[in-house]
């Protein structure tokens, strides 16, 4: 309800997704640390795209965040904003299994 990138709100995304749609596009933001990790499980991402690195997502919560690129299939692909905030990650992400 009203928030459908949460712990609710993601299961209740992919709930909607139906047999014969080809693309889903599911949103994921967390409030906490470790909330990423169960997201990312529940995702199983193809593809994703990192869009804002805000100010208060700075340390943890970035690192947190990351979490859904490091599970994007190794087929796919990850797209992040230009951010040096993010250049520490890069080698993790691109060696993802």
């Known amino acids: 309800p009203e928030s459908f990138n949460s712990q609710i709100g993601v ?16 949103e994921a933001a967390i409030s906490k640390p470790l909330e990423m990790q169960s997201l990312a499980a529940m995702i199983h991402p193809t593809h994703s795209i990192y869009t804002v690195v805000n100010e208060e997502h700075v340390d943890q919560l970035l690192s947190e965040q990351m979490e859904l690129l ?12 230009n951010d040096p905030r993010l250049s520490p990650f890069l080698p993790a992400i691109q060696c993802r299994t």
Do not use: H, M, V, Y
């Open 11 to 26: 299961p209740l995304s992919l709930l909607r997704i139906g047999k014969n749609d080809e693309i889903a596009l599911i």
């Open 70 to 81: 490091f599970k994007t299939e190794r087929k796919g692909w990850a797209l992040l904003p």
